[in-house]
């Protein structure tokens, strides 16, 4: 199943999940860790994302300016 999920295109819909053998709570999971994490690898903790999140939002709200 690994090597199956490797030679996938990076656009995987839940009926390819269902194919590669996953549980519809399985698939639910996933969507729910790619949606927490967007950019993980840009970051190295969920705490420096929270960070980075709230740097963008004081900057989109002038309380930062851009050096």
């Known amino acids: 199943m690994v090597a199956a999920l490797t030679q996938m295109t990076h656009t995987l819909t839940t009926d390819n999940l269902q194919e590669a053998g996953f549980t519809v709570g399985e698939i639910k ?39």
Do not use: C, I
Request: aromatic share 18%; proline share 3%.
């Open 29 to 67: 999971r996933l969507v729910e860790l790619r949606d927490r994490y967007p950019y993980l690898e840009f970051t190295d903790s969920l705490r420096q994302w929270d960070h980075l999140k709230f740097m963008k939002w004081r900057y989109t709200n002038g309380d930062l300016a851009r050096v």
